[in-house]
């Protein structure tokens, strides 16, 4: 179950940030099913990364950060990979129209 929670979190702060983008970028003809595919794949992609690059250094005590620490890079990582996965496909998509 604890490997799961980060996985979670990244799937769904993923999606609420491929949303937040889908919301700002409403010219470009993106489904409902696409964004939320972008932002949890995002999301996941983002957590993993933000998450190595700050809690994952060879030598860190793992207890320094807590597990507050990790589910908050997890969450911004997840959010801030699934906006900018969203961002990406929707640029994508909208040069694909023209």
Do not use: R, Y
Not at 2 to 10: K, M, N, R
Not at 86 to 98: D, L, Q, R, S, Y
Request: charged share 5%; glycine share 24%.
């Amino acid at each position: 179950m604890e490997a799961l929670v980060p996985i979670l979190t990244q799937i769904i702060t993923g999606i609420l940030g491929g949303q937040a983008v889908g919301a700002v970028l409403q010219q470009v003809a993106m489904s409902q099913l696409t964004k939320i595919i972008s932002g949890a794949v995002g999301g996941v992609a983002g957590g993993t990364l933000l998450g190595s690059v700050l809690g994952g250094a060879a030598g860190a005590d793992p207890a320094a950060g807590g597990a507050l620490g990790g589910l908050l890079s997890n969450a911004l990582g997840g959010a801030g990979g699934g906006a900018v996965l969203t961002g990406i496909a929707g640029a994508v998509m909208k040069a694909m129209n023209k």
